[in-house]
């Protein structure tokens, strides 16, 4: 079973076997794969190749996932490489390939990345058996880019048997399903290339409720590039003697390299860059530190976490509600995001020692663990809105004081349980009297329904049935055990 993860700059693929799981390697020994493609006349390149090359002529197609949802797409293109068009109300790369031009699409490109990903999971498995498959998607992403997104995926050879948003997959990289585990509230916090997304979500009673989710496109770890881009054409300046932002050549290699590093500072306090010939035969070599980097960044780094504020505002929700935080997206690696938090949540666990770029494919794997079962069944049908609980349930026999529990709040509708209950008889009554109460946050039951036992019951053991439908109409019935 494979978990596959693909976004805008980077994909990744994990494979879960005998119950453990593995993240893949590509051909050149990543385990995290560029999400760029390199469209050539009789080829077409994906991966770090794709970029390799000193200048990119307008072939390579980057951030090309954004483009199938489009009601949620801000056009931020970056120099150098292709940009989209649009045609009759569609996306399209236009592409000149030698003597003529051809049009891609996004379905397109993502198509030859999980044809990419195949690749690795058939070398992997050594072409043994079908490639099935958990796939991850944006929550944010329509019905209509989800069956896009899905369809490139099985074309590409891949059977998939399940479709789950990327913060699930996140939450499902570290938290075991237990039915009988206690809620836990999560934030799952996930940082592209050209976009950010917050989840806020719970854990209860085996079930995943993702409560919001926010996503913000335009703002990403492209905006921290710019910074190190920016300081390093000014260093260039300054000690060279001559403006590298007016010649294109210089300007890619530049941003290149200011890419390459930001990667190395997230994990290094200092890397030292270097063009060889980078201008009239003239060398460039220049050692950055990560707290030199940290102070530039720091207005990015408002920007990326105000949208996280602003959700828990939302939710009116406080930082101390927050069981853990998911770290999701490389730009995540950076230690000076990772320290923000820690200080803003400090009562939290702060979940990141699964590689922030690799946990989403991972949390895909392990849903492999959970048995897909039932007929296939088309697109369409599976984006359905589900109904939970707004309040837990709680019984007692009339002639007791104690409460026990029987339904915890958000418990997705519809719901059916049998619980076996001790019966007790009140000496002036005929019969025993079973109550069934909400219980509300102000800690105050209420009696929603009494269900009463025949005498001829008698004490002892029976069993409790109780179902609720799902629009909430409640129905319940004693039975012998």
Not at 184 to 202: D, N, P
Not at 412 to 420: A, E, G, H, N
Request: hydrophobic share 40%; glycine share 8%.
């Amino acid at each position: 079973m494979f978990g596959l993860y693909v976004g805008n700059t980077s994909a990744c693929i994990a494979m879960l076997k005998d119950g453990e799981v593995q993240v893949l390697v590509n051909d050149v020994g990543e385990r995290v794969t560029s999400a760029s493609v390199e469209i050539l006349d009789n080829e077409r390149v994906v991966g770090v190749a794709a970029k390799a090359g000193p200048n990119n002529s307008g072939n390579v197609i980057i951030h090309s996932k954004m483009y199938l949802s489009h009601d949620r797409v801000i056009a931020n293109g970056i120099e150098g490489y292709c940009p989209i068009v649009v045609e009759e109300g569609r996306y399209n790369y236009v592409i000149d390939v030698g003597t003529k031009k051809i049009n891609v699409t996004p379905d397109e490109v993502v198509e030859e990345i999980f044809r990419y990903l195949y690749k690795i999971a058939n070398s992997t498995a050594h072409g043994n058996g079908d490639a099935n498959a958990i796939l991850t998607v944006p929550y944010y992403f329509s019905q209509n880019a989800k069956e896009k997104f899905c369809d490139a995926a099985m074309s590409s050879g891949f059977n998939v048997l399940q479709v789950i948003t990327d913060p699930a997959a996140a939450v499902m990289a570290y938290e075991p399903m237990n039915v009988e585990s206690l809620p836990k509230k999560f934030l799952v916090y996930r940082v592209g290339g050209s976009s950010m997304e917050c989840s806020v979500g719970i854990v209860i009673g085996g079930m995943l409720q993702i409560l919001k989710s926010q996503y913000e496109p335009g703002i990403g770890g492209d905006a921290l590039t710019a910074v190190i881009f920016d300081y390093l054409a000014q260093d260039v300046k300054m000690r060279m003697q001559f403006n590298p932002l007016e010649n294109f050549r210089c300007r890619m290699k530049l941003y290149k390299l200011a890419e390459h590093s930001k990667h190395i500072l997230s994990t290094n306090s200092s890397t030292t860059c270097c063009l060889e010939t980078f201008y009239n035969g003239m060398d460039y070599s220049h050692t950055v530190t990560r707290s030199r980097i940290e102070s530039l960044i720091s207005p990015v780094l408002t920007q990326l976490t105000k949208p996280v504020l602003e959700m828990m505002e939302v939710l009116n929700m406080k930082a101390d509600d927050f069981d853990k935080v998911i770290l999701c997206g490389g730009t995540l690696k950076i230690p000076k995001l990772q320290k923000y938090f820690r200080d803003t949540f400090p009562a939290a666990e702060i979940m990141n020692s699964i590689s922030p770029d690799e946990v989403i494919a991972v949390g895909a794997a392990k849903q492999g663990n959970c048995p897909v079962e039932g007929p296939i069944v088309p697109h369409s049908l599976l984006h359905k809105e589900i109904s939970r609980l707004g309040t837990s349930l709680f019984y007692k026999i009339k002639s007791s004081g104690t409460y026990d529990s029987l339904v915890n709040k958000d418990a997705v509708l519809p719901v059916t349980i049998s619980k076996t209950i001790l019966l007790e008889q009140d000496e002036n009554e005929l019969s025993s009297v079973v109550e069934i109460h909400t219980f509300d946050d102000k800690s105050s039951y209420d009696l929603v329904k009494e269900v009463v036992v025949p005498k001829a019951f008698g004490v002892g053991n029976a069993v409790l049935e109780l179902s609720i439908d799902g629009d909430g109409a409640l129905d319940c019935k004693i039975c012998k055990c």
